[in-house]
């Protein structure tokens, strides 16, 4: 069955550093996502990516991040200067429609900012 | 801001009888809505969902319940089995145009008892 998959599974990383999170979405679907998931809290939508732009994005997702497909296969969340609350699960999904969605998650992946 | 909500953090059951995990919403403009499992160090699965324009789907062991006059919905889970113990969110996608973001309950913890 075609997956989602994430790279790394865990990321530690020291505040002000930058950091890529990489996906490879499942190779048909046309939608991208990033979500993320604070400890304790709900899976919140920050960005989605359609046809090499983003087709929309939350508050969280400011200046310090950025999504990138760079060859067709790789699907990229990039955070410039990582802070403290930045540390979370973050979540990669992909679909093929888009109405009425059914986003596949890839496992994730944990970053920690000390 | 919760536009999906899931009451219950928690939610404990025996083998074999029903689970009921319950959902509101708040956003008339949520056309489309999905459960999704999550078990722990892993991405959240798609489970289920239901259109706005039916009131159930049903896939085997689980059903979805829509009521959108009082905008909740329901996924039952009978007979419920150890292994369906995990993390379930809710979640809604917005009617609009293009690619649709998925807005999540906080979720509720399901044990199954054998």
């Known amino acids: 069955e075609p997956e989602v998959t994430q790279t790394p599974s865990h990321q530690v990383t020291q505040m002000g550093q930058e950091v890529i999170l990489r996906c490879v979405p499942i190779?048909?679907?046309?939608?991208f996502y990033w979500y993320r998931q604070i400890l304790g809290q709900k899976v919140e939508f920050l960005v989605s990516?359609?046809?090499?732009?983003?087709?929309?994005k939350s508050e969280i997702f400011d200046d310090q991040f950025s999504v990138e497909r760079p060859d067709g296969s790789n699907f990229t969340l990039k955070i410039r200067s990582t802070k403290l609350e930045d540390s979370a699960m973050y979540f990669c999904?992909?679909?093929?429609?888009?109405?009425?969605?059914?986003?596949?998650f890839g496992q994730g992946t944990r970053l920690t900012v000390v | 801001d919760q536009q999906v909500k899931q009451n219950s953090p928690s939610l404990s059951v025996q083998e074999g009888r029903i689970s009921i995990l319950n959902c509101d919403y708040t956003?008339?403009?949520?056309?489309?809505f999905l459960w999704y499992k999550k078990y722990p160090a892993e991405g959240p699965t798609f489970l289920i969902s239901?259109?706005?324009?039916?009131d159930k789907n049903e896939d085997g062991r689980f059903t979805v319940f829509l009521n959108k006059s009082a905008k909740h919905l329901s996924l039952h889970i009978v007979p419920s089995q150890p292994g369906d113990s995990a993390v379930y969110f809710c979640?809604?996608?917005?009617?609009?145009?293009?690619?649709?973001?998925?807005?999540f309950g906080k979720g509720t913890k399901l044990t199954v008892n054998p």
């Open positions: 999904a992909s679909s093929g429609e888009p109405q009425g969605i059914e986003a596949f």
């Open positions: 190779s048909n679907h046309l939608y």
């Open positions: 990516f359609y046809n090499n732009e983003i087709s929309e």
């Open positions: 956003n008339s403009m949520f056309d489309y």
């Open positions: 239901i259109s706005s324009i039916k």
């Open positions: 979640a809604a996608s917005p009617s609009q145009g293009g690619s649709e973001k998925l807005v």
